[in-house]
């Protein structure tokens, strides 16, 4: 069965930090492009950022440059979102995907696997 599990969501104050990991088990995805997508209450799940399978290439949505940093271990099985400076309008639950093939996309029908989610919260 393949499982991606993600951590590190939680309650913060905004300008605070958190670091997202997504861990996958079952097969690797060590050559698959990957991404975060996250979704508010009432909002569909959108795009926040995209790393491909080598880790080179990267992508972020607008409203997030400068401010998240997208990584992998490969050698862990491991995607990492480094957010900083966050802001109330941040708040969602973030969902880490993995894709078919080397490449991301920021479209949410590219990807076949999907974890749970975590919970991010920034107060005001």
């Known amino acids: 069965q393949v499982l991606l599990v993600e951590a590190g969501g939680g309650l913060v104050q905004a300008g605070d930090s958190l670091r997202l990991s997504c861990v996958a088990s079952g097969r690797t995805f060590s050559r698959n492009g990957m991404a975060w997508f996250r979704q508010a209450p009432g909002k569909e799940r959108t795009f926040v950022a995209g790393?491909?399978?080598?880790?080179?290439?990267?992508d972020y949505t607008a409203s997030v440059k400068g401010r998240f940093t997208i990584s992998r271990d490969n050698a862990k099985d491991t995607v990492y979102l480094q957010m900083n400076s966050l802001k109330p309008e941040d708040t969602a639950v973030y969902y880490c995907?993995?894709?078919?093939?080397?490449?991301?996309?920021?479209?949410?029908?590219?990807?076949?696997?999907w974890g749970q989610g975590t919970q991010v919260t920034v107060s005001s």
């Open positions: 790393i491909s399978g080598n880790g080179i290439s990267t």
């Open positions: 995907a993995a894709g078919g093939g080397p490449g991301y996309s920021t479209s949410r029908y590219a990807y076949s696997y």
